[in-house]
Each structure stands twice: as structure tokens, then as C-alpha cells.
């Protein structure tokens, strides 16, 4: 009996040894979690009044954790630090560190901060609202964002309401009362909102801080304040870069590392301004070549040999001699950019100017060019000379036949860029077409003001200039021949200060950009067709 007991004890023991040496693992193969946070309960219910409570506790049916809470939760109004959020376990408290404005609505948006804790799934869009008040506010505002000039809607494109409707300072220093995020369309809604007056704002808000104080942010408002009595609909603003009333240089190359260099100004140089830069130290004399594109907002510079010289260079710029901006620049790691050459189209007509770009601007140009007859081996007599931009334009002596292949043949170091290198050998064909294979265009401009210039640009398909005019009350009709058969379109911009540029708006002053807007209709350009097209400037 002994024996036996001490047997069964043994086993008892082994029994015990081998479960408790298993190794425990977790169950696999189930479905993996991808439900958000439900929210179960709260102390405060969602849409309540007459609330006064210094906090409120959401609980969910998981552990919760809150994602980046400063960028990703917005209250409007704003509450700022009178607010905290943290999470214990499944709980979300709401704590309220001063008292609440009284009778007034607040809504909190927590976008996708709140998530599970193990799998981070996140519940969208969730937003709390209760009033202080014995009602929730249900005014509502909507509307739409217009960008102007190729300004883009980004995800830090807001709009806020303001109840200083006399301080214009408040857009410029604090955040707005009410504030929503447009969607990738530009379109905006406010919700329980209170009743009263307000002045209304757009704003890229590049930095986070709900207030314009940056150049590069986009702004946008309405000149008058509104009224808040009933819901309010189809609301536009125009989106744009603000003009700065003081001139200035906002992007530059830092470290030149092409023997190039780019300045964008804030406000552009009209046709009628004069630009000088300067370099320091003046010591080294750098024969930079300067070239302000169509915007007249972008000024390039290719330097010379003489910048390899140099570590750093000081760039005064000047704009009808007076001092704009003074910058300094690094240089290092020189390398030579690409040169290469290409027409500036597919094909000529008879008695083109054939123009030869190059990547980078031409300093000479010798007379060892030929342009050849690709059937009879003919040779043409031409002109070769360097354009305002310092590229290549060759201006034929003689006729071109029509519908013919010609090749341009120019040796090697006959063009020398301003770097001071010469060109391979170059070796290109084209062909041109006859009159007949072009069409005529007649524009005809109706209820012209006389007290606006409008500068008229016509586009191709690929939204590139073809040519470009000002309209005035004297001169309304613009005649377009040779066009190459295609569909084209026409931007009109109303130049009501006549300086031959577009300008944008600026905030102080309540100054809104100079219209900008496309003709509704499409030009479609057939060959040996004339067309004439009316366009009325008071119904575009």
C-alpha cells in the first residue's frame, strides 16, 4: 500500500512538472481588430445645455490612447489651455482648468486623435457639443474658397469668424472666435454658431497658430461684416498671396551650387521698372547674366566663371535705384549645369524667326551656322543674333519652301554660354508648313471699361502663352494669324492700375487681387479657317 501511494504521488508530481513547463501562447488565426473605439457612456450627454461642470468623462468599450491631441483636436471657440485631455485606461477626461464663457455653444472636433491602444484604429471625426446656455446655437454659415493665381487649398486651409468686427489687428495676432477646415474643394461649413456679427477670414495657415504672420500664407475675406440672424449660404472668398506693402526678396538660392541663382519677389516689377543687382564683394567682377521672367515676380541669374573664386557672395537688389533687399549666399560644390539646345516649337511657317533655346543663356554667337535643304543640299542665307534672353533667334534671308524638311547645322564652338563653354556640334531638323496649314483668328472685345486695361493672354492646349495683348476702350479688337490648328483658351486680367502686370491683394486696406478669370468658351483653330469670336468683358 505504501508502494502504491508513493507511486501515484510520483506521478502526481510529474503530472505537474510537464504543465507547468508547457509554453502558453496566444490563440492565432483570429481576425484582426480593425473596429474604432465605440463610446459607451459619458457624464455629460452629447448636444447638453446648461452645462457647468469642470469636466467630462467619455468611456469607451476599449483602452484608448489619443493620437498627437495638439494638431489633430480643435474646439471652436477656441479653448486653448483653458482645456486638458488625457486618457486613463478606457476613459477620456475632458477637464476644464477656468470657467466657461455663458450662453454659448462649444464644439469639439477630435478628427482621428482618438484610437485603441493596441491597434491604433482611430475614431474618425468624432466631435463632442454642449452649450453653456439653455440651447444649443444653430446658426449656420456655408460656403466656397475661389484660389487666385495657382494658390492651392491644403489641409491648413481654415476659415474663422471674428466678433472684433473693428479690429482688423485681430487676424494679425489671435486666433478667431470660431474657426473650420475647408475640404480639398475649397467648400466650408460653420455649425452652431450664435447669432450676432462677424467679420469672416480665410487663411493657409502654414505654422498652426489660427493668425496671418507669414508671407507664403494664402489669405482671404469679405470687406463687410455679416450679420447673423438666419443660416447663411453659398458664401465666396477669394483665396490669394498677399502682396507685402513693403517690397522685398521672399525665396532665394541659399547655397549656389549651379552657378545659378533664383530670387522671388513679393510683389512683382512692372514693365515700366528698372532692376539693378548688385554683387559683393566687388572685387571679383562676376558678369552675371540676368533674365526676369513673365511672372515679373522671378528674377534667374547665371553667374561666370568668376564666382569659383568666391565662398559666399552679398546680393544687393535695387528696383528704380531704390534699396529692395540685401542677402548672402553661400557657394559650394560647384557643378556645371546641362547644356543643351531645342526649337522652341514643332514647326515653322516660311518666314519664321527659327529660335533655338538653351538651358543655359548664350554670351556669343559666330557665323559658322548653316541651314540646309535636306533634297537639294541648298544652303540659306540667315541672320543669327542672341534675343532679349539671351537665346539664339536665326532670321532667314529667303523664303522657305512649304511642307519642307530643312536641317540646322551649327559647329562646334560656334555658340559659347555665358559659363564661357562652347557647344558641340548640333544637328537638328524641322519642317515647315504652308499658310493654308494655319488658321485665322478675330477677337473682338465688347463693353470694354474705359477705365481698366485688360491684359489678354492666349493659351494652348498645354496652358503655355501663344500670345499675349492689352485691350483698352481704344483698342478692343486683337487679330491672331498663323495659328496652329488646336483648341486654345484666353485669360483676360483686369489691369485696373494700368502698370501691364497682375497684381495681388493685400489684407491691410482691404485691397482684393485684380480679376483674373478664363473666357468661358474654348477656341478651336483650324487649318485655312478664319474665325472670329466676340467676347463680352461685362458678362465673363
Same mark, same amino acid.
Given at each position: 500500500?505504501?508502494?502504491?501511494?508513493?507511486? #501515484?504521488?510520483?506521478?502526481?508530481?510529474?503530472?505537474?512538472?510537464?504543465?507547468?513547463?508547457?509554453?502558453?501562447?496566444?490563440?492565432?488565426?483570429? @481576425?484582426?481588430?480593425?473596429?474604432?473605439?465605440?463610446?459607451?457612456?459619458?457624464?455629460?450627454?452629447?448636444?447638453?445645455?446648461?452645462?457647468?461642470?469642470?469636466?467630462?468623462?467619455?468611456?469607451?468599450?476599449?483602452?484608448?490612447?489619443?493620437?498627437?491631441?495638439?494638431?489633430?483636436?480643435?474646439?471652436?471657440?477656441? #479653448?486653448?489651455?483653458?482645456?486638458?485631455?488625457?486618457?486613463?485606461?478606457?476613459?477620456?477626461?475632458?477637464?476644464?482648468?477656468?470657467?466657461?464663457?455663458?450662453?454659448? %455653444?462649444?464644439?469639439? =472636433?477630435?478628427?482621428?486623435?482618438?484610437? +485603441?491602444?493596441?491597434?491604433?484604429?482611430?475614431?474618425?471625426?468624432?466631435?463632442?457639443?454642449?452649450?453653456?446656455?439653455?440651447?444649443?446655437?444653430?446658426?449656420?454659415?456655408?460656403?466656397?474658397?475661389?484660389?487666385?493665381?495657382?494658390?492651392?487649398?491644403?489641409?491648413?486651409?481654415?476659415?474663422?469668424?471674428?466678433?472684433?468686427?473693428?479690429?482688423?489687428?485681430?487676424?494679425?495676432?489671435?486666433? @478667431?472666435?470660431?474657426?473650420?477646415?475647408? +475640404?480639398?474643394?475649397?467648400?466650408?461649413?460653420?455649425?452652431?454658431?450664435?447669432?450676432?456679427?462677424?467679420?469672416?477670414?480665410?487663411?493657409? +495657415?502654414? =505654422?498652426?497658430?489660427?493668425?496671418?504672420?507669414?508671407?507664403?500664407?494664402?489669405?482671404?475675406?469679405?470687406?463687410?461684416?455679416?450679420?447673423?440672424?438666419?443660416?447663411?449660404?453659398?458664401?465666396?472668398?477669394?483665396?490669394?498671396?498677399?502682396?507685402?506693402?513693403?517690397?522685398?526678396?521672399?525665396?532665394?538660392?541659399?547655397?549656389?551650387?549651379?552657378? %545659378?541663382?533664383?530670387?522671388?519677389?513679393?510683389?512683382?516689377?512692372?514693365?515700366?521698372?528698372?532692376?539693378?543687382?548688385?554683387?559683393?564683394?566687388?572685387?571679383?567682377?562676376? &558678369?552675371? %547674366?540676368?533674365?526676369?521672367?513673365?511672372?515679373?515676380?522671378?528674377?534667374?541669374?547665371?553667374?561666370?566663371?568668376?564666382?569659383?573664386?568666391?565662398?559666399?557672395?552679398?546680393?544687393?537688389?535695387?528696383?528704380?535705384?531704390?534699396?529692395?533687399?540685401?542677402?548672402?549666399?553661400?557657394?559650394? =560644390?560647384?557643378?556645371? @549645369?546641362?547644356?543643351?539646345?531645342?526649337?522652341?516649337?514643332?514647326?515653322?511657317?516660311?518666314?519664321?524667326?527659327?529660335?533655338?533655346?538653351? %538651358?543655359?543663356?548664350?554670351?556669343?554667337?559666330?557665323?559658322?551656322?548653316?541651314?540646309?535643304?535636306?533634297?537639294?543640299?541648298?544652303?540659306?542665307?540667315?541672320?543669327?543674333?542672341?534675343?532679349?534672353?539671351?537665346?539664339? +533667334?536665326?532670321?532667314?534671308?529667303?523664303?522657305?519652301?512649304?511642307?519642307?524638311?530643312?536641317? #540646322?547645322?551649327?559647329?562646334?564652338?560656334?555658340?559659347?554660354?555665358?559659363?564661357?563653354?562652347?557647344?558641340?556640334?548640333?544637328?537638328? &531638323?524641322?519642317?515647315?508648313?504652308?499658310?493654308?496649314?494655319?488658321?485665322?483668328?478675330?477677337?473682338?472685345?465688347?463693353?470694354?471699361?474705359?477705365?481698366?486695361?485688360?491684359?489678354?493672354?492666349?493659351?494652348?492646349?498645354?496652358?503655355?502663352?501663344?500670345?499675349?495683348?492689352?485691350?483698352?476702350?481704344?483698342?478692343?479688337?486683337?487679330?491672331?494669324?498663323?495659328?496652329?490648328?488646336?483648341?486654345?483658351?484666353?485669360?483676360?486680367?483686369?489691369?485696373? &492700375?494700368?502698370?501691364?502686370?497682375?497684381?495681388?491683394?493685400?489684407?491691410?486696406?482691404?485691397?482684393?487681387?485684380?480679376?483674373?478669370?478664363?473666357?468661358?468658351?474654348?477656341?478651336?483653330?483650324?487649318?485655312?479657317?478664319?474665325?472670329?469670336?466676340?467676347?463680352?468683358?461685362?458678362?465673363?
Amino acid at each position: 500500500m505504501t508502494g502504491s501511494v508513493t507511486r #501515484l504521488f510520483l506521478l502526481a508530481l510529474l503530472m505537474i512538472f510537464i504543465t507547468q513547463c508547457a509554453t502558453v501562447t496566444s490563440p492565432t488565426g483570429g @481576425p484582426k481588430d480593425q473596429l474604432p473605439p465605440r463610446l459607451m457612456s459619458s457624464t455629460t450627454e452629447n448636444f447638453a445645455t446648461n452645462f457647468n461642470a469642470s469636466a467630462i468623462i467619455l468611456t469607451f468599450d476599449e483602452f484608448v490612447k489619443l493620437n498627437n491631441p495638439s494638431q489633430n483636436i480643435h474646439t471652436s471657440p477656441p #479653448l486653448g489651455k483653458k482645456v486638458e485631455f488625457t486618457t486613463v485606461k478606457n476613459k477620456l477626461f475632458i477637464t476644464f482648468k477656468e470657467a466657461l464663457e455663458e450662453d454659448l %455653444t462649444y464644439h469639439i =472636433n477630435f478628427g482621428n486623435s482618438i484610437q +485603441d491602444v493596441n491597434e491604433g484604429n482611430p475614431l474618425n471625426n468624432f466631435q463632442f457639443i454642449f452649450s453653456t446656455g439653455t440651447k444649443i446655437d444653430s446658426m449656420s454659415i456655408q460656403g466656397k474658397l475661389i484660389p487666385v493665381n495657382d494658390v492651392k487649398i491644403n489641409k491648413t486651409t481654415l476659415v474663422g469668424l471674428y466678433r472684433n468686427i473693428d479690429e482688423d489687428s485681430v487676424f494679425l495676432r489671435s486666433a @478667431p472666435f470660431y474657426y473650420t477646415f475647408v +475640404d480639398d474643394a475649397g467648400s466650408f461649413t460653420f455649425r452652431n454658431i450664435k447669432n450676432g456679427t462677424y467679420t469672416i477670414r480665410a487663411l493657409s +495657415d502654414a =505654422n498652426g497658430n489660427r493668425y496671418f504672420d507669414l508671407p507664403n500664407e494664402s489669405i482671404g475675406f469679405l470687406k463687410d461684416a455679416i450679420q447673423l440672424d438666419s443660416n447663411i449660404f453659398n458664401v465666396e472668398i477669394l483665396l490669394f498671396k498677399a502682396e507685402n506693402p513693403k517690397r522685398r526678396v521672399t525665396e532665394f538660392t541659399n547655397n549656389i551650387k549651379e552657378y %545659378t541663382s533664383e530670387y522671388i519677389l513679393s510683389n512683382p516689377i512692372a514693365p515700366k521698372d528698372s532692376f539693378e543687382l548688385i554683387f559683393l564683394p566687388d572685387t571679383v567682377q562676376l &558678369n552675371a %547674366t540676368t533674365i526676369l521672367k513673365e511672372d515679373g515676380k522671378t528674377i534667374n541669374v547665371f553667374f561666370d566663371q568668376q564666382i569659383q573664386s568666391l565662398n559666399q557672395i552679398e546680393t544687393i537688389l535695387k528696383i528704380n535705384g531704390e534699396l529692395i533687399d540685401t542677402l548672402t549666399q553661400s557657394i559650394s =560644390n560647384l557643378k556645371s @549645369p546641362k547644356q543643351e539646345f531645342s526649337f522652341t516649337r514643332e514647326d515653322f511657317l516660311i518666314f519664321d524667326t527659327l529660335s533655338l533655346k538653351s %538651358t543655359v543663356p548664350l554670351a556669343s554667337v559666330c557665323e559658322n551656322i548653316q541651314i540646309i535643304d535636306t533634297i537639294e543640299l541648298d544652303t540659306l542665307a540667315f541672320l543669327g543674333t542672341l534675343n532679349i534672353d539671351n537665346q539664339l +533667334d536665326i532670321s532667314l534671308l529667303s523664303r522657305l519652301k512649304t511642307n519642307h524638311v530643312y536641317t #540646322l547645322l551649327i559647329q562646334d564652338s560656334c555658340l559659347i554660354d555665358v559659363l564661357g563653354r562652347p557647344n558641340i556640334e548640333i544637328n537638328k &531638323n524641322f519642317k515647315t508648313a504652308s499658310e493654308e496649314d494655319r488658321g485665322t483668328l478675330k477677337l473682338i472685345f465688347e463693353e470694354v471699361d474705359s477705365a481698366t486695361n485688360y491684359l489678354v493672354s492666349f493659351l494652348n492646349s498645354n496652358k503655355n502663352v501663344v500670345a499675349q495683348t492689352t485691350i483698352s476702350k481704344n483698342e478692343n479688337i486683337w487679330n491672331l494669324s498663323y495659328l496652329t490648328p488646336g483648341t486654345y483658351s484666353i485669360k483676360i486680367v483686369e489691369d485696373d &492700375n494700368k502698370d501691364g502686370i497682375w497684381n495681388s491683394g493685400t489684407f491691410i486696406g482691404k485691397k482684393f487681387p485684380e480679376t483674373i478669370y478664363v473666357h468661358s468658351k474654348e477656341i478651336t483653330i483650324r487649318a485655312n479657317w478664319e474665325l472670329e469670336e466676340s467676347i463680352n468683358l461685362k458678362t465673363q
